[in-house]
């Protein structure tokens, strides 16, 4: 099993930044990606970013060159950056961790941008 706990969600204005961050635990072994999607309302869950196991990121498009995901394996947590917030990335963010073949999610954390 794993828990996921998310942090640092918040009311922002448009062109400003929030980190997120994803506090990991359970037993880590076979956890072979980690990252963050959101959802926004009557939307489906989309993939925002993920990091591999050998810290390879990935990124959905619409968050290129914004936002920035990393990970302290010593604190068993995960971040996202979000630099110039636009409207449209108001959603609710979602920790999700894959471990072997199974999806573990956080509780989600609500970000609105403001114009």
């Known amino acids: 099993q794993v828990q996921l706990v998310e942090s640092g969600g918040g009311l922002v204005q448009a062109g400003g930044s929030l980190r997120l961050s994803c506090s990991v635990s359970g037993r880590m072994l076979g956890i072979v990606a980690m990252g963050w999607y959101r959802q926004a309302p009557g939307k489906q869950r989309e993939l925002v970013a993920s990091?591999?196991?050998?810290?390879?990121?990935n990124y959905a498009d619409s968050v290129k060159g914004r936002f920035t995901i990393s990970r302290d394996n010593a604190k068993n947590t995960i971040y996202l950056q979000m630099n110039s917030l636009k409207l449209e990335d108001t959603s609710v963010y979602f920790c999700?961790?894959?471990?072997?073949?199974?999806?573990?999610w956080g509780q989600g954390t609500q970000v609105t941008v403001s114009s």
């Open positions: 999700h961790v894959k471990k072997w073949n199974y999806d573990y």
């Open positions: 990091i591999t196991s050998n810290a390879t990121p």
